[in-house]
């Protein structure tokens, strides 16, 4: 039998567009050659323009779907993304503490990027106190690493290493904060690590606003570790696939781009025929 290619589970609400959530996850793993598994958190009512609604799926379900699998198959990686309820962290937390020699991508998705709200206080507080300590990295924008670092006597907002410095604190092996909020020429992404910054890695700001673009860096990441890469070059081969993705970006509908995830196929299939001897 040929060998099998890395497989890499996924815990993400549903995303009916197919621009972000578990359809993002599968199509960039799948992308980037890695079989997909999913574990479904959420139901969600969206488009392309913003969430309209969200329903948790039940933590006992989320547990079953996930240990089933588990014990089915090798497992690369966990890619966590919007997990739907206090419960379900909890589930999450508690299934991927089973498995410590497994690399865990946290994507903490807090709000859409209309503004729509993800998460509940209690939820990012779950996020922190469980699932923060047991990742392998945490992949937040800056707007997420803000709020997740946030502490109760802060006199005003943390800065962006301050930030990152604090969720080390709590266990995470690496943070990858992303530039894309912040007031800059170039969207500037800073890989932290206990010793500091790994890397910063600087791209061409793209123009127009992207659904999906937090889920695809962090399903590459993940999928670039279930490949064998070392982190700090998982980081940098998954920041390179998501530019792309953007870059290639299309609008199928009245709101946001949604990233090409195969723009490789479309490139292959534009290539001029050359003519035959």
Not at 219 to 228: E, K, Q, R, Y
Not at 263 to 275: H, L, M, S, Y
């Amino acid at each position: 039998m040929p060998s099998l290619p890395p497989i890499v589970l996924t815990f993400a609400a549903s995303d009916p567009t197919g621009g972000a959530g578990l359809q993002a996850d599968l199509l960039t793993l799948a992308s980037m050659g890695c079989h997909p598994l999913s574990v479904l958190t959420a139901l969600t009512v969206q488009d392309t323009r913003g969430v309209e609604g969200m329903l948790a799926i039940d933590a006992e379900w989320v547990a079953d779907q996930a240990r089933r699998l588990l014990e089915d198959m090798p497992v690369a990686a966990f890619k966590l993304g919007v997990l739907g309820s206090v419960e379900n962290v909890t589930a999450v937390a508690e299934i991927v503490s089973d498995y410590p020699d497994v690399p865990v991508i946290l994507d903490p998705i807090l709000a859409s990027g209309r503004g729509d709200a993800l998460a509940t206080d209690n939820m990012v507080d779950a996020l922190r106190e469980l699932l923060v300590p047991q990742a392998s990295i945490v992949t937040p924008n800056s707007i997420e690493a803000r709020r997740l670092a946030e502490e109760d006597d802060d006199a005003e907002e943390p800065g962006v290493d301050e930030s990152a410095r604090r969720l080390l604190a709590l266990g995470c092996e690496y943070v990858l904060v992303t530039g894309t909020h912040e007031a800059t020429v170039e969207v500037i992404n800073k890989l932290y690590a206990a010793q500091g910054v790994v890397r910063e890695d600087r791209w061409q700001r793209l123009p127009g606003s992207y659904h999906g673009s937090g889920c695809t860096l962090a399903s590459a990441i993940a999928a670039a570790l279930a490949n064998g890469l070392e982190m700090a070059e998982a980081v940098r081969e998954a920041q390179e696939y998501t530019w792309q993705a953007l870059a290639g970006g299309f609008r199928p509908g009245m709101g946001q781009l949604l990233p090409d995830r195969f723009f490789w196929a479309r490139e292959v299939d534009a290539e001029p025929e050359q003519e035959k001897p």
